[in-house]
Protein backbone atom coordinates (compact mmCIF):
# COMPACT_ATOMS: atom_id res chain seq x y z
CA UNK A 1 0.00 0.00 0.00
CA UNK A 2 2.61 2.41 1.33
CA UNK A 3 4.44 1.90 -2.18
CA UNK A 4 1.83 2.28 -4.31
CA UNK A 5 1.62 6.00 -2.59
CA UNK A 6 4.84 6.51 -3.35
CA UNK A 7 4.93 5.40 -7.27
CA UNK A 8 1.96 7.52 -7.08
CA UNK A 9 3.52 10.23 -6.27
CA UNK A 10 6.08 10.08 -8.01
CA UNK A 11 3.94 9.43 -11.05
CA UNK A 12 2.01 12.91 -10.01
CA UNK A 13 5.47 14.44 -9.88
CA UNK A 14 6.80 13.65 -13.17
CA UNK A 15 3.76 14.29 -14.73
CA UNK A 16 2.79 17.60 -13.74
CA UNK A 17 7.01 18.53 -13.88
CA UNK A 18 7.60 19.26 -10.53
CA UNK A 19 10.48 16.85 -10.80
CA UNK A 20 11.84 18.86 -14.43
CA UNK A 21 13.09 22.51 -14.49
CA UNK A 22 9.89 23.41 -15.21
CA UNK A 23 8.88 27.01 -14.48
CA UNK A 24 6.83 28.10 -11.75
CA UNK A 25 4.13 30.47 -11.94
CA UNK A 26 3.83 33.52 -10.30
CA UNK A 27 1.43 32.15 -7.71
CA UNK A 28 3.60 29.37 -7.24
CA UNK A 29 6.70 32.01 -6.70
CA UNK A 30 4.43 33.78 -3.96
CA UNK A 31 4.44 30.78 -2.16
CA UNK A 32 8.40 31.19 -1.66
CA UNK A 33 9.69 33.99 0.68
CA UNK A 34 12.31 36.48 -1.14
CA UNK A 35 15.44 34.63 -0.94
CA UNK A 36 13.95 31.65 -1.63
CA UNK A 37 12.45 33.19 -4.86
CA UNK A 38 15.66 34.68 -6.16
CA UNK A 39 17.61 31.41 -5.62
CA UNK A 40 14.64 29.43 -7.80
CA UNK A 41 15.00 31.88 -10.15
CA UNK A 42 19.23 31.38 -10.18
CA UNK A 43 19.76 34.75 -9.21
CA UNK A 44 22.79 35.45 -6.60
CA UNK A 45 22.06 34.86 -2.77
CA UNK A 46 24.19 35.67 0.19
CA UNK A 47 24.21 31.57 0.87
CA UNK A 48 25.72 32.43 4.61
CA UNK A 49 22.36 33.71 5.62
CA UNK A 50 20.71 30.32 4.73
CA UNK A 51 20.66 26.96 6.42
CA UNK A 52 22.27 24.75 4.12
CA UNK A 53 23.72 21.38 4.51
CA UNK A 54 25.31 19.11 1.78
CA UNK A 55 24.55 15.32 1.12
CA UNK A 56 27.59 13.17 0.33
CA UNK A 57 26.74 13.76 -3.36
CA UNK A 58 27.47 17.16 -3.20
CA UNK A 59 23.76 18.22 -3.02
CA UNK A 60 22.71 21.27 -1.88
CA UNK A 61 19.70 21.15 1.25
CA UNK A 62 18.16 23.93 2.28
CA UNK A 63 16.58 23.84 5.55
CA UNK A 64 13.24 25.27 4.96
CA UNK A 65 10.04 25.93 7.23
CA UNK A 66 6.43 25.11 5.78
CA UNK A 67 2.96 26.27 6.27
CA UNK A 68 1.11 23.83 5.38
CA UNK A 69 -3.08 23.49 5.92
CA UNK A 70 -4.53 21.74 8.66
CA UNK A 71 -4.51 17.89 8.52
CA UNK A 72 -2.30 17.45 5.96
CA UNK A 73 0.63 14.93 6.33
CA UNK A 74 3.73 14.05 5.53
CA UNK A 75 2.66 11.22 3.07
CA UNK A 76 0.58 14.48 1.33
CA UNK A 77 3.34 16.35 0.88
CA UNK A 78 5.51 13.94 -0.83
CA UNK A 79 8.95 14.37 1.26
CA UNK A 80 10.88 13.50 4.56
CA UNK A 81 9.85 16.33 7.17
CA UNK A 82 11.98 16.69 10.43
CA UNK A 83 9.06 18.26 12.15
CA UNK A 84 5.27 18.14 11.28
CA UNK A 85 2.35 19.41 13.20
CA UNK A 86 -0.75 20.99 12.33
CA UNK A 87 -0.18 23.97 10.28
CA UNK A 88 3.75 23.27 10.14
CA UNK A 89 5.81 21.45 8.84
CA UNK A 90 10.04 21.32 8.85
CA UNK A 91 12.49 20.09 6.35
CA UNK A 92 16.00 19.93 4.85
CA UNK A 93 15.34 19.74 0.40
CA UNK A 94 16.80 19.97 -2.49
CA UNK A 95 16.10 22.89 -5.26
CA UNK A 96 14.18 21.15 -6.69
CA UNK A 97 12.04 19.46 -4.04
CA UNK A 98 11.59 23.20 -3.45
CA UNK A 99 9.89 24.07 -6.28
CA UNK A 100 7.83 20.92 -6.56
CA UNK A 101 5.92 21.32 -3.40
CA UNK A 102 5.01 25.21 -3.76
CA UNK A 103 3.16 23.41 -6.60
CA UNK A 104 1.05 21.72 -4.40
CA UNK A 105 -2.28 22.97 -2.68
CA UNK A 106 -1.80 21.84 0.77
CA UNK A 107 1.34 24.06 0.89
CA UNK A 108 0.42 28.08 2.18
CA UNK A 109 4.21 28.89 2.14
CA UNK A 110 7.76 28.21 2.18
CA UNK A 111 10.25 29.81 4.21
CA UNK A 112 14.40 29.58 4.16
CA UNK A 113 15.67 28.49 7.56
CA UNK A 114 18.27 30.83 9.16
CA UNK A 115 21.21 29.62 11.04
CA UNK A 116 21.61 29.43 14.54
CA UNK A 117 24.44 29.91 16.89
CA UNK A 118 25.35 29.94 20.57
CA UNK A 119 26.54 32.77 22.21
CA UNK A 120 28.66 32.00 25.47
Known amino acids: MMGTLVYAMLLFFFVSGCAGPAALSEQEKE???????????????????LNISVNNDGTKLYGVIISIKPKVKESD????????????????????????????????RVESGSKSTINN
Not at 31 to 49: C, H
Not at 82 to 99: C, D, F, S, V
Open 31 to 49: KLDPFLQQLVEGKPVNEAK
Open 77 to 108: LGIHCNTIQPGLATARLTLEEIKGIVKLDAVI
